[in-house]
């Protein structure tokens, strides 16, 4: 499943607890694009994924305005 949140013009830390609460919905494989806007939120979200071990992917898509898309990878056992 693909999430999506559109954090542009709310401040810091909305677009945070937002996003917390959508990486408990996430299952593995399952996908999240966020957008936003606000320095903080673009400075401490990249923090909190490395920390929680989620891969993700940042990118500027307009003059302020950043793109992150997150996945969490389903873990396979080894025999």
């Known amino acids: 499943m ?3 949140y559109d954090g542009r013009g709310e401040k810091c830390p909305v677009p945070l607890v ?3 609460l ?3 919905k996430m299952q593995d494989d399952d996908q999240c ?6 320095t903080g939120s673009i400075n401490d979200i990249p923090k909190l994924l490395a920390k ?12 302020g305005i950043v ?3 997150i ?3 389903s873990h396979t056992s080894k025999n």
């Open 2 to 4: 693909i999430y999506k």
């Open 18 to 20: 937002k996003l917390r």
């Open 22 to 24: 959508l990486l408990k």
């Open 33 to 38: 694009i966020i957008t936003i806007d606000d």
């Open 52 to 63: 929680q071990g989620y891969f993700y992917q940042k990118q500027t898509t307009e003059i």
């Open 67 to 69: 793109e992150i898309s």
């Open 71 to 73: 996945s969490r990878k």
